[in-house]
Structure formats: C-alpha cells, structure tokens
C-alpha cells in the first residue's frame, strides 16, 4: 500500500474540443515541465498530448535512469516535432525541449495535458484508474462519473469532460466518484476523461463517452503496459502481460487523429493465446448503474486469423450483474470453472457472444450485442440488474491450445434499455 493516507485530491475540470481531454487555448498561454524518476523497465514509452491525440515514443532500456531517457525523449521530440509546436502560435525554436536531470520541458499548455503511455511501466508512472463508467439521471438532472483507482491511489485526480467548462473543486480522500450538474449541457456525445498525478507524474487516462442513454468506449489514445484504457486482465494462473497488445488500424503515431476521431477506434485490444492449461482475457465494471433496470451490451469482436488456426479454441465475451454486496467475480468464476452470482456455471453462461472453429468473424471487426446475437452460436438476453445491485462486470474469455491463436475487440457499449425506452 502506498504511505499516502487520505491524500488530497485536487478535480480539474476544463473545456475539451470536440474530441479532445485539454483546451486548444490552454497550448498557447503556459508552459510548465513534467518529471520522471527511478529507472525505467525496458519498454516504449509514448507521451501523449491529450488537446489533439498527438503522440511521440522512444524504446527504453531495463534499468535505464530517468535521466537518460528524459533525455532521449526531448532530443526526439526536437529533431521530430511530433506535436507540432514550434509555430508563432505555441513554441518558437528558442523554447526547443530540454532536460534538465529527470526534468522535461517547456511544455506548451497547463500541468495535465500531457500523459504517458506504452509499455514503459517503470520512471515512476502510475497505473491508469479503471472501470470508469458514467451515467445520467434524468431525476435530478445531474451527471455521475465513477472509476477504479488502483491500490497505491494517486496525489491528485484530475477529471475533465467537453465544453462548455465545469467548475474546478478540490476534495481529500481518495476520490472515486463525481457528480455534476448537467444544467442544459448537451449529452448526445460527451467525453469524459480521468487520470492520477503521483509525485509529478500522471498516470494514463481512462477514457469513456456518455451518450444519452448509453456510455461506449471508444480508444482513440494509445494503450498503458497493452491494455486498452478501463480494462485490467485476468488469468487462472499469474497474468503474463506478453499476451496482451494494443493493436492499429491506421498510423496514427506523432500525427493527429482524422477528423472525427469520436467516430474512429484506431486502437484495438489483442489478446494472444494463453499459456498452456490457462484460461484468460480481459475485464472491467460498470459502475453505478440503476437496479432493476435492463442493460444491453455490444462489442466490436474480431478472431482475426483464427480460421487458420487447426487445433481446439473458444473466445467469448461475457457479462454479469455482481451480489448486493459487490464483491468483485473470481478468475474461476470469469473462466467459467466457478458459480457466477446467478449460480450458473461453465463455459457458455455469462457469454454474450463465442466464437471457435467454424464460427469466426473471417478476419473482420464485427458488432454483436446481447439480446440480437446473429452469426454465432449463441443468442442472449439483455441484463436486468436484481435488486440492490448496481454493477455488471464485462469479460472477455480465450481458451486456446495453439500459441499462433489471438483475438482482438475495440472496446464495449453498456445501453440503459429501460430508460431509452
């Protein structure tokens, strides 16, 4: 556990373009530098301007010193331009990057703009909160936002969403939770974005869009250690993070997003095949939701290359309403070895789609959703929460026996049924 106890925490709101997590005036009225720390553990380390989706990476080295690769990182960014920056209108050639020991900058906009990303998890970065998840009540015309922190918690959280601007407020504790008014604001398409500064440092952003009665992701930034933002995997043996990539449609490193990225996944999560006797895949919550009412989920799925594939295989994605008391579903439960909190059990129950042999999305990215599943072996219902419970976990689960074997999906759509109705 982290020695921070009850931290301050500090929610920045601020104005987003269309589709971005920073306003585009803040580049052009401050500067500010970031700092890294410690050693890093040999991976690619992207910094990622959030105002455009911009980004630039190098590849560190195990044991690297902070030093050295703030070093590396602002040379690249100099002799690259990847953020298009040195213009009259942000940077001129006199403010090229520089390093000063672990120290980066002058950064072009206000402390928070910036992010890391990649598969560098050393230099001190924190990991990304989770599970962030966002709903709407027409009652009380307000807008509720709820994430995952990890376990060491942050210093600070900073959580921004699109124009016009919300009000800033500070709060201790280690928050987890944001309300706010909605008062007139226009929620037919919303990002909300949310990311933990530790020592200086901010982690990678969750990322999710409210879309009146829906909340979809939609990863338009690149991935933290191969994960898609809100997601963490699972195994029934230690999670081997080499089986988990991001995957590209489209260049889109050090230049900006199409026009409309809101409407764009150039990302997509791989999920390889698992080590031997293991069972594994991705997951994450929906949090907040309303009890009794019915949710529909649907996913972009691809089996990619698994027609070649001659050996034995399964991929499914999989939902399920949690207990009363909230307790988080086991790896046993996600791989099916386990009751889920319905009392079912096996391979097929919690499954919203599956795919194997003879069943595949032939290479495609193809869209399935609970309770209008065609193309598969497998039809299922929309998920009516119980009583009491407020949080369906979504999963995805790949049994595989031939190394070669991998999956891929673009993130997840949770609609309220009930109230779209």
């Known amino acids: ?47 990622v301007d959030l105002a455009n989706g911009r980004d630039v990476s190098i590849q560190t080295q195990p044991c690297e010193p902070a030093e050295s690769v703030v070093k590396r990182l602002a040379s690249v960014i100099d002799d690259t331009d990847p953020f298009k920056w040195y213009s009259p209108t942000v940077l001129t050639t006199r403010d090229k990057m520089h390093s000063q020991g672990p120290s980066l900058g002058p ?38 936002v709820r994430w995952v922190n990890p376990p060491e918690g942050y210093d600070s959280i900073c959580v921004m969403t699109g124009a016009p601007p919300l ?32 020592n200086g440092v901010l982690s990678p952003p969750a990322i999710i869009r409210l879309s009146n009665h829906a909340q979809e992701e939609v990863p338009w930034l690149p991935f933290y250690n191969g994960l898609a933002p809100n997601w963490l995997a699972w195994s029934t043996a230690a999670p081997d993070k080499n089986t988990f990539e991001q995957g590209e449609k489209q260049a889109t490193s050090g230049r ?3 026009a409309s990225p809101k409407t764009t996944k150039p990302y997509y999560q791989i999920i390889k095949a698992p080590p031997k006797g293991t069972v594994h895949g991705v997951y994450r919550k929906f949090l907040g939701l309303t009890p009794g009412h019915t949710y529909r989920l649907s996913a972009s799925v691809s089996t990619l290359d698994m027609d070649s ?35 079912k059990a096996g391979h097929q129950d919690g499954a919203i789609a599956r795919f194997g042999p003879g069943h595949t999305t032939k290479g495609k990215f193809k869209t399935v959703n ?45 609609e309220d049924v009930t109230t779209a109705k």
């Open 309 to 343: 594939v001659q050996r034995d295989w399964s991929f499914s994605l999989c939902a399920a309403p949690h207990t009363p008391d909230k307790k988080d579903l086991t790896a046993q439960q996600l791989a099916g070895l386990e009751a889920l909190p319905d009392g």
């Open 107 to 144: 950064l072009p906009g206000f402390f928070g703009g910036y992010v890391f990303a990649g598969t560098e998890t050393g230099l001190g970065i924190p990991r990304p909160p989770t599970s962030l998840s966002c709903s709407y009540d027409p009652n009380s015309d307000r807008i509720v």
């Open 370 to 414: 609970s309770g209008n599943i065609t193309g598969t072996v497998l039809t299922a219902p929309d998920i009516t929460l119980p009583t009491y419970v407020d949080t369906i976990t979504v999963w995805t689960r790949f049994v595989c026996s031939d190394p070669n074997g991998a999956v891929g999906f673009t993130g997840v759509k949770l």
């Open 167 to 198: 009000a800033g407020c500070g709060r201790p504790g280690r928050l987890t939770e944001y309300v706010m008014d909605k008062k007139g604001r226009d929620i037919s398409k919303s990002d909300f974005c949310v990311y933990g500064s530790r």
């Open 256 to 258: 900006s997003y199409p």
């Open 1 to 47: 556990m982290s020695k921070l106890r009850n931290p301050p925490i500090i929610v920045v709101l601020a104005a987003l373009g269309l589709h971005t997590c920073t306003p585009a005036w803040a580049s052009r009225l401050e500067t500010h530098n970031i700092s890294l720390s410690g050693i890093g553990s040999g991976g690619v380390l992207r910094l």
